[in-house]
């Protein structure tokens, strides 16, 4: 039995669970965010992981920190193989917004002695590994998991998300000309608005008053433009049919190691604009238009240079990329491939 050990379930944990248990039986294992909680936490793991011991035969975490302690120092001494997904603030420190796992101490030790334990480190995205850092000069230009424990030995394996394309589609249907959309949730919090590039959206909106904007995931940001539309929560469903009435989608993030809405936007034939960030580039390639530096004035030059006549060439293009690169059999068969031996 794999147990599934999380912080948060997201549709990604949905999915990985889902395509693991095609061949294995799976127990997901919720942890907590809440630094209230943890003390609580920590007990209440300790005693499920024991108790479901005799029937464990593989740890499966998604992302390093508080969560996988436990499970990483159980599967060292029973020799049950661990395996670490990590997916992204794991694998920054990025002081400035108040964004990454290293910027706290005990957080950072937790994160740090997971990786170094584990059996084997499962990023969703090459950057995440290490690389140079050059969007906004006021975080470290060294990020990545081998630059921020530089005595990391553990094997690693990059293994990128995998996406539905029966699922996210291109409906064929009349978009908005000069549509924008972007999904992100928790942006009512100025930190989170910050990690996501909102206030960039702000600007464009106010620089372009005829153009449309529309920001899904978070029902209690309040936009300071008329032509910024917000909407809440949606299930996929929904998401796919608002995602087709959009020209362009929105990637402005300051920090991402493999953002899923990006990929599923394209799939749905959003033409992508997206920020020199972690995989946001190799996701996006010839696709779309890449903005390699925080700065509004570049960004309002790539708005306002958008070619309409383009538009159904590179949103086939785009849709083509992610199917080609990062379908959902490419991860399962990988996921899967692990739990053979």
């Given at each position: ?30 942890f ?17 992981l024991?108790?479901?011991?005799p029937?464990?035969?593989h ?7 508080y ?31 108040n ?8 957080l ?7 990786f ?31 630059n921020l ?52 959206i702000?600007?464009?909106?106010k ?22 539309k ?10 796919v ?6 020209q ?27 920020s ?16 390699e530096s ?14 309409q ?24 068969n ?8």
């Amino acid at each position: 039995m794999i147990v599934y050990i999380y912080p948060v379930k997201t549709a990604f944990t949905e999915r990985d669970i889902l395509m693991l248990r095609s061949e294995h039986r799976v127990k997901p294992l919720p942890f907590t965010q809440s630094p209230i909680l943890l003390p609580l936490f920590f007990i209440l793991q300790f005693f499920q992981l024991l108790l479901l011991l005799p029937f464990t035969t593989h740890y499966m975490c998604f992302f390093g920190g508080y969560h996988s302690v436990i499970p990483v120092f159980l599967g060292k001494l029973f020799s049950i193989p661990t395996f670490i997904q990590a997916g992204g603030t794991d694998a920054v420190n990025m002081p400035s917004i108040n964004y990454g796992n290293y910027r706290k101490k005990w957080l950072k030790k937790a994160t740090t002695y997971s990786f170094l334990n584990c059996t084997k480190i499962l990023p969703v995205a090459e950057s995440l590994v290490a690389y140079d850092y050059s969007y906004d000069s006021s975080i470290p230009k060294k990020q990545g998991l081998k630059n921020l424990i530089p005595n990391l030995k553990t094997p690693i394996e990059v293994i990128y998300n995998g996406f539905d394309a029966e699922l996210w589609k291109d409906l064929g249907k009349k978009r908005t000309p000069y549509s924008f959309i972007t999904v992100a949730k928790g942006i009512s919090k100025i930190q989170r608005a910050k990690v996501k590039g909102i206030d960039l959206i702000e600007n464009l909106a106010k620089e372009f008053p005829d153009f449309h904007f529309t920001l899904i995931g978070d029902a209690s940001y309040l936009p300071k433009r008329k032509n910024i539309k917000v909407v809440g929560s949606l299930n996929q469903t929904e998401i796919v049919a608002i995602l087709n009435e959009h020209q362009y989608y929105l990637q402005l993030s300051t920090s991402e190691g493999f953002p899923n809405a990006l990929a599923e936007a394209m799939l749905c034939g959003c033409v992508p604009i997206g920020s020199a960030v972690g995989d946001i580039p190799n996701i996006i390639a010839d696709t779309g238009v890449i903005l390699e530096s925080r700065d509004i004035k570049n960004l309002k030059n790539i708005i306002s240079s958008l070619d309409q006549s383009l538009f159904d060439l590179k949103s086939e293009m785009a849709r083509k990329r992610i199917i080609l690169n990062f379908s959902f059999e490419k991860r399962r068969n990988a996921l899967l491939s692990l739990f053979q031996s």
